[in-house]
């Protein structure tokens, strides 16, 4: 069966930087894509980001570019999401959610459990 | 971007009747349009996508309708477990790039 676990739970200060793992398994990695999205408290969805696990191509939310960066490795069916300059409002639960193909356009099917990123002096 | 709008906000519905969420999009996604349920302390589940088809495992009282800029997800007859925050979401993007309405939050009334 298809799983997504991501790493546990981080407390951070602001302007340091956050790595948030998510190992996939029950799948072939490489032919889907992830996504990350993120939830502030009692807020609603934010998608972040996508990555290609085929070739590492990506594409971000432009309020991120240059903060976050989406790495995956294939050894290991994981992917990674970075994201630095951390501030307040980067508090949020982050997901991590598989690439679902559909016809000529692709969404999200299988999510993770989330990783709560605290960011406070 | 495309802006994704829900509403109501909020919806009080009594066990067993019907439940009906709007979305509209500032832009035509065609029917990249999918929707899902999340419970508290749970990540998102996927119910519809293509705007009309059930993912798998979803009961038939959850449908999807609407194409272009307006979409409609009816729940027929509501049961307990199916209060909750529900998302639309459009994937008319490649690469990907999703965006998430506000939400509905369906409650008991």
Redesign the interface.
Known sequence: QVQLVQSGAEVKKPGASVKVSCKASGYTFTSY?I?W?RQAPGQ????MG?I?AYNG???Y??KLQGRVTMTTDTSTSTAYMELRSLRSDDTAVY?CAR??P????????Y????TLVTVSS | EIVMTQSPATLSVSPGERATLSCRASQSVSSNLAWYQQKPGQAPRLLIYGASTRATGIPARFSGSGSGTEFTLTISSLQSEDFAVYYCQQYNNWPPLLTFGGGTKVEIK
Not at chain 1, 111 to 114: E, K, P
């Open positions: 894509g996504s999205v609603g969805l934010e998608w996508w290609s191509n990506t594409n939310a432009q997901y690439d679902f559909t016809v000529g356009a692709t969404t999200t099917d999510w993770g459990q989330g």
